[in-house]
């Protein structure tokens, strides 16, 4: 079904726009704004609320009864999906990456609490868990559902993340900046762009430059188009997806002290870090407008804490 060509009667949360104060954009002259996507829902937050929210319309539509989707154990994506099937009246199923743990760590806890049933598959069976015979199987065990893909990325995620363009007025930034996983959010950003202005998209994962063509087939896939001004800033990845630095730690620490934003160690963290290293370098002239949207994963801070020892 063509969802993605029909107009929204569900409006758009417009969440709040703030200016970020502080030493650093001072001194290099750039005013530094942040969406505050964080806030769109208690549960459901950031570009997760924003990728479910045509899907969540379509499956719906579709008469489904029961969402099923991917994720690791941490996942931010599990988590929005199990609260939006909660709220949303889905039955949900997650199939987890790797072997169970008990006690279940805060995020699945919290997703079991909000109705989610998890399968846990091993590593191997994990890569192949979209192929034909898995779904099959899949079927077969939990009868019809709507797939949600892992991190909830497809076209109507795309269109859920373009109406954050809707929400904003372009021509007041030079820059728009987002942290990106699977390219999805980066994606549905620059297709809301339209060509206007330069979107900088901060890989949370190793070697991301594989992002700018996902993003292209993603993009053409959504509307038939390939963009060119987005960038990929590929160099603050601490390591590797989950991976972090002291250093990076510290910035989250001395951020949500000095502004009183918290933010996450595996997505806006980085990006923000990169941020202020891109700043501090110059990288950005005196008078530059930037956007940083804050994409929410602060779920996962408990789990990190648990895990790591209270770091943040
Ligand atoms: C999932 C997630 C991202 C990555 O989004 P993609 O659309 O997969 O690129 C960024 N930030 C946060 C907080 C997320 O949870």
Redesign the pocket.
């Known amino acids: 079904m063509d969802y993605a060509g029909k107009k929204s009667d569900t409006p758009s949360p417009f969440t709040p726009v703030q200016k970020i104060e502080g030493p650093v954009p001072e001194r290099h002259k750039i005013e530094l704004f942040i969406k505050r996507d964080d806030h769109i829902h208690p549960a459901i937050?950031?570009?997760?609320w924003r990728?479910l929210k045509y899907n969540l319309l379509a499956a719906k539509e579709q008469e489904h009864h029961t969402l099923l989707t991917f994720g690791g154990a941490y996942s931010?994506?599990i988590a929005a999906v199990a609260a939006a099937g909660k709220e949303w009246q889905f039955k949900t199923i997650g199939i987890i990456r790797g072997e169970e743990h008990l006690p279940l760590n805060p995020t699945l806890e919290q997703a079991r609490q909000n109705g989610m049933q998890f399968k846990y598959i091993d590593r191997n069976m994990y890569r192949e868990k979209e192929s034909p015979e898995m779904l099959e199987q899949l079927k077969r065990l939990y009868g019809r559902f709507y797939l949600l893909p892992e991190?909830g990325?497809n076209s109507l995620a795309l269109k859920g993340c373009a109406e954050m363009i809707e929400e904003i007025e372009p021509s007041s930034y030079d820059f728009v900046c987002?942290?990106?996983?699977?390219?999805?959010?980066?994606a549905g950003l620059t297709a809301g762009l339209n060509r206007r202005k330069q979107l900088l998209g901060f890989p949370?994962l190793k070697g991301g430059s594989f992002l700018k063509e996902e993003i292209d087939r993603l993009t053409e896939e959504y509307n038939g188009q390939i963009y060119h001004n987005f960038q990929l800033i590929t160099g603050y990845h601490f390591g590797g997806y989950a991976k972090w630095t002291p250093d990076l730690l510290n910035f989250i620490r001395i951020f949500k002290d000095t502004t009183g934003i918290p933010l996450?160690p595996?997505?806006?963290g980085k990006m923000f870090y990169g941020l202020y290293d891109l700043m501090e370098k110059g990288w950005f002239k005196p008078g530059s407008r930037i956007l940083a949207i804050h994409?929410?994963?602060l779920q996962g801070i408990e789990g990190f804490n648990e895990k790591f020892g209270d770091l943040i």
Not at 45 to 48: A, M, T
Not at 179 to 186: A, E, H, K, Q
């Open positions: 937050s950031g570009n997760k990728k931010n994506h991190g990325t987002a942290p990106c996983g699977t390219g999805g959010t980066l949370a996450d595996i997505y806006t994409t929410g994963g």
